[in-house]
């Protein structure tokens, strides 16, 4: 059962019994005021008209007693008509009792009867006392007095009944208010119990859960994934739970492969290391071998220097100049020997170049892996702080709701800042992790720069191999030159008593070639050694990217992932309902 139903529960069994205790007490105060209405409409008037009749009945009695006892003298002749105007009142108010309760129309026209007779033996009473005198008159008293009792005691048993109903009705509302209290005594200890029940299992239901979880999500935050978080509960912190669970997987699934990629890349760096110092030794080589070239041109332009000198002597150094000849012929095929080495060594390079090409390309795709993985963490790292945020609203939420229910509601209120504490710490762990993969990410920018540097040294290289080979190539050609014309010198030593302006000229061309040559020797050595300082940076970049993946994987070990088999291992199980 989720929280929200059993809020919607609890409360609501709650809200419930307010609700039997209202309906109750509108009940009770709905009787009440029936019977207050009833007293007011009906049984007070009836006793107030009642006590009229009683009053008229006296006022008649009176009236009549007086004008008998002062037989109409002058200033007491009014006694008929006051009795009369009580008698009219009598009627009055009787027919008012009759209107209030038609069911006792006996019962009044019983007491009009007895009215009647009362009031026409007074009248005949008063009659007889002032025109026949007392004894007359004394012998109606008697009767009189008789229907002025009966009247007296009908006007009073009718008076005492609405009276008696008054207090019986006051008694019964101030039973029924008594009543009242009970209930209200009884729902509201029902009611004060139910609420501490209530509060006592929604915190242990909560908090118990949460506390749990934050030791799991505290011992996550300290590096170590190898505790997993069991879940049995069907609610919002079940779905919390297995949130995390999801996450803690996920991070060690990230950091295996975080692991194994970086050891790739040491891997790769070291073989990136060894090829690159290999193809400096081979530079290096190439190097010695051009200067070598450069050392043989310059010594076979000295040489052709000085066979020009003698053959403009050519009369008296004919055997110097054959010697001369012969010693250019032995320094070309010397020349060409090494430069047909210097161009397989080129070849060779240029292999070793393209084997550092493709160990870089593959350096390169592995850190773009990496920089993938990477992101990859930052959107799961955003969605673990959008969960922080929005549990932290809910707490707010919660907190509000806490306060707007008072002392019912403070137990709550502990709950919801307990749920903001957990995402704030939520948070906070998500930003360290942000902050850690903004370090591998900006590591891998560095790794992938570095590599992309390489990247453009090593095509460097490739295009100054093939230049320095396109360059042996040419010393090569110059060399079968120098050769073919060692040969034509060598003819023309034989002919020179007939060619000697000829020989001239071929030594003289003799010379540019050479100059040439050494020229290109010269632009050949610079090369190497421009491609020598471009493998010592690859060098460089390859131990910067092994020191990168030393670092990564020593940010990864920080974190244990590997599964413990152990009886003692805390497995932080949840559950509530």
């Not at 069991?230 to 079940?238: F, M, P, Q, T, V």
Request: glycine fraction near 6%.
């Amino acid at each position: 059962m989720s929280i929200k139903s059993r809020n919607f529960l609890s409360f609501g069994m709650i809200f419930l019994l307010f609700l039997i205790f209202g309906t109750v007490q509108i009940i009770n105060l709905t009787s009440q005021v029936k019977q207050l209405e009833e007293i007011k409409e009906k049984t007070l008037q009836s006793a107030l008209l009642a006590d009229q009749l009683k009053l008229s009945v006296v006022q008649v009695q009176q009236y009549l007693s007086d004008i008998s006892a002062t037989r109409a003298q002058d200033g007491f002749g009014d006694g008929f008509k006051l009795a009369e105007a009580h008698s009219k009142l009598f009627y009055r108010d009787l027919e008012k009792l009759k209107e209030l309760h038609p069911t006792e129309a006996k019962e009044l026209d019983a007491i009009k009867v007895s009215f009647d007779s009362y009031y026409e033996i007074g009248q005949k009473m008063a009659t007889q006392y002032i025109q026949a005198g007392t004894e007359k008159g004394n012998e109606f008293m008697p009767l009189f007095d008789k229907n002025s009792l009966d009247i007296n005691r009908k006007v009073d048993d009718y008076q005492k009944k609405y009276l008696s109903s008054i207090n019986q009705s006051l008694q019964d509302i101030h039973d029924l208010m008594n009543k009242n209290k009970m209930v209200i005594g009884i729902l509201g200890g029902i009611i004060f119990v139910l609420a501490i029940i209530i509060s006592i299992f929604l915190s242990r239901s909560i908090i118990v859960p949460l506390r749990k979880l934050m030791d799991a999500t505290e011992t996550i935050a300290q590096g170590d994934l190898r505790q997993s978080i069991a879940i049995r509960s069907k609610d919002e912190l079940g779905t919390l739970a297995r949130s995390f669970e999801a996450m803690r997987t996920k991070l060690v699934d990230l950091i295996q492969q975080i692991k194994l990629t970086s050891e790739h890349l040491t891997a790769a760096s070291e073989e990136l290391t060894a090829g690159a110092e290999s193809t400096t030794e081979t530079t290096d080589q190439i190097a010695n071998s051009i200067q070598e070239v450069a050392l043989g041109t310059e010594q076979q332009l000295s040489a052709s220097q000085t066979s020009s000198q003698t053959v403009s002597d050519i009369s008296s150094c004919i055997n110097q100049v054959a010697a001369s000849v012969q010693f250019v012929a032995q320094l070309g095929s010397n020349a060409k020997d090494r430069a047909s080495i210097g161009n397989e060594i080129v070849h060779k390079t240029l292999e070793h170049m393209d084997l550092i090409r493709n160990k870089v390309n593959t350096v390169s795709d592995v850190i773009g892996k990496l920089g993938e993985k990477s992101k990859e963490i930052e959107q799961i790292i955003s969605l673990i702080t959008q969960i922080s945020d929005q549990t932290n609203l809910l707490a707010l939420n919660a907190a509000i709701e806490a306060a707007r229910a008072g002392e019912h509601g403070k137990g709550f209120s502990v709950v919801a800042e307990e749920v903001r504490k957990l995402a704030e710490q939520s948070s906070n762990a998500a930003g360290q992790v942000q902050q850690l993969i903004e370090q591998v990410q900006k590591e891998t920018d560095n790794a992938i720069k570095s590599v992309s540097e390489g990247t453009t040294a090593v095509y460097g290289g490739i295009s100054l191999g093939k230049q320095t080979g396109d360059a042996f190539e040419d010393i090569t050609k110059v060399i079968q030159d120098l050769s073919a014309h060692s040969k034509e010198t060598t003819v023309a030593v034989e002919r020179v008593n007939k060619s000697g302006i000829e020989i001239v000229e071929m030594m003289n061309s003799i010379v540019d070639t050479t100059s040439t040559s050494a020229l290109n020797a010269q632009h050949v050595s610079a090369a190497a050694e421009e491609q020598t300082a471009a493998m010592e940076e690859i060098t460089a970049t390859a131990r910067s990217l092994s020191f990168t993946a030393i670092k990564l994987q020593e940010m990864v070990s920080q974190f244990n992932f590997i599964q413990q088999k152990s009886p003692t291992s805390r497995s932080g199980e949840m559950n509530t309902n």
